[in-house]
């Protein structure tokens, strides 16, 4: 399903149908996941459709701005690193691209949006929230529904660390399609209480594709590179 289009789109899969017919009055979008259709008209549209998964922090509403990721607790002593692949739920965008002007037409997930808060309730952030084992080798899962994150920790405190979670800023967030979608991130470990996080804007693997991130379909200006400071601990 993910790819670039140039014509009409025919998919059905699970949970999934899409279909573009362009031979009509006016091109009709349809779009059909877990139980919740969408049908839009285009207005003589004669651009390129591009599908891939974007951010997962859209749906159902742009409430979250941040990606947290618990897992089962990992002990890092001090001086210490460990890499691990953990899963993070997708969200499947679809963009119009004409004239040089990228559009998002539509946003769809088969996973259900679960929220949380890091931190305080007066200074912490809502999280989009996701559970995930650990693995030591990279997993594959349905490629339509979760991501792999290879996720690299290095404890440069003085004492032995607990970490049960990761949180990343969206604006932070570079998925790369293949065989399997992907990103991979870092957390640098300073304290107990305190931690960085940040995605790589390398693919994890060659030949993998950069996907469109919705905040550059939305011209939304951000500041790349900045990562998210983890003040309430990574336990």
């Known amino acids: 399903m993910f790819g670039r289009y140039e014509g009409d789109i025919s998919y059905t899969g699970d949970d999934i149908s899409i ?9 009709r979008y349809e779009r059909t996941c877990c139980d919740e259709m969408v049908v839009k008209s285009l207005s003589h549209f004669t651009g390129t459709i591009i599908i891939n998964p974007v951010e997962p922090v ?61 931190g305080t309730s007066d200074a912490g952030v809502i999280t989009r929230w996701h559970h995930s084992e ?13 991501g792999v994150l290879n996720l690299s920790i290095r404890n440069r405190s003085a004492e032995t660390v607990e ?6 800023d969206s604006d932070s967030i570079h998925l790369f399609s293949g065989d399997r979608v992907e990103m991979s991130g870092q957390m640098e470990i300073f304290s107990p209480r305190i931690a ?13 594709e950069r996907c469109i991130e919705i905040y550059t379909a939305k011209k939304i200006p951000v500041v790349q590179g900045k990562g998210f400071l983890m003040e309430s601990g990574a336990a």
């Open 19 to 27: 279909r573009l017919d362009r031979s009509l009055g006016l091109p």
């Open 58 to 118: 859209n749906l159902p509403v742009p409430l979250a701005r941040h990606l947290e990721i618990g897992f089962p607790t990992i002990a890092l002593p001090p001086g210490t690193s460990q890499t691990l692949f953990l899963l993070f739920p997708l969200e499947i965008g679809v963009f119009l691209v004409a004239g040089g002007d990228v559009h998002v037409l539509d946003i769809f997930s088969l996973s259900k949006s679960k929220f949380s808060l890091y």
């Open 163 to 168: 970490v049960s979670r990761a949180v990343f």
């Open 134 to 146: 650990v693995y030591t080798t990279k997993p594959d899962p349905d490629r339509h529904k979760a």
């Open 196 to 208: 960085r996080t940040d995605i790589r804007t390398a693919p994890p693997m060659p030949g993998m």
